[in-house]
């Protein structure tokens, strides 16, 4: 297994995106179009480090266990994190924030799951289907993000919202299922 530097460029876009988080937060937060637009851009390359990251250190032959540890909390730190915000800025409806919830929810449950099924030498892939999921969960914010700033139809962003929760409870139900077996003791 390769051991990559703690420096390598996919662990240090992965660190960017985490320091972004912050940013991107007090620029949406400042209730000013041009800041958002800011922000906006900077979330599009969180985003897209999201994909290069894993990218870069498969084919540069530079994973690491720090890589494979961060790069999700990096998802869901980012995801989460906006959420919060555009509940906040009532960027999301009341009717909004039932997937928001069910995705905050879900994020947290497999994190712990996961955590769990370390303890116990067991791994807890992450599926295709869940890439999709974190694909629509980013491309559900851009569409609310740009909801502020272009006439778009506020249901857009609504749908990917919808879709991103359906496919996050989902893929948390496959989670639970899979690991059903090793948390009642059924296996060892």
């Known amino acids: 297994m390769p051991n990559a530097s703690p420096y390598s460029v996919p662990n240090l876009l992965t660190y960017a995106r985490i320091v972004a988080i912050p940013v991107i937060c007090v620029l949406i937060l400042m209730a000013d179009p041009t800041l958002r637009a800011i922000a906006l851009v900077l979330y599009i ?63 947290i449950f497999v994190s712990g799951l996961r955590e769990f099924m370390g303890a116990t030498n067991v791994v807890v892939h992450v599926t295709p289907l869940a890439k999709w999921k974190t694909t629509i969960q980013l491309v559900a914010i851009v569409a609310i993000l740009l909801e502020r700033l272009l006439p778009l139809p ?14 996050t409870v989902w893929t948390g139900l496959q989670y639970f299922l899979a690991a059903q077996p090793h948390l009642l003791g059924d296996r060892p």
């Open 45 to 107: 390359l969180a985003a897209i480090t999201d994909w290069l990251d894993g990218y870069l250190a498969r084919a540069w032959n530079q994973s690491s266990p720090l890589g494979r540890m961060l790069d999700p909390i990096a998802d869901k730190l980012l995801v989460g994190a906006l959420i919060v915000v555009l509940a906040y800025d009532h960027s999301l409806s009341a009717l909004d924030l039932i997937p928001a919830i069910a995705i905050m929810i879900r994020e």
């Open 154 to 167: 506020y249901l857009v962003g609504d749908v990917l919202l919808w879709a991103a929760g359906i496919l």
